[in-house]
């Protein structure tokens, strides 16, 4: 949850800042920015995905458990 929680806050610093034209022009000069930006997008989706993956697994075995 921490490096959702740092992806979201890193993407979304950086959506603030592609709003505003004269920072996206600065940002965007840069080479490496826009394939970094894209990486990041694509690690958040992968790791809420993963997130959403281990939740549902765990309620499943939560559901198995015996109940006391």
Not at 24 to 32: Q, T
């Amino acid at each position: 949850e921490e490096e959702i929680e740092s992806l979201e806050a890193e993407l979304a610093e950086w959506d603030t800042a592609l709003a505003d034209p004269q920072r996206a022009k600065e940002l965007l000069s840069d080479v490496h920015f826009y394939p970094t930006y894209e990486a990041r997008k694509k690690l958040l989706t992968e790791q809420m995905e993963l997130w959403e993956e281990l939740h549902l697994e765990k309620a499943s075995l939560e559901q198995q458990l015996p109940s006391s």
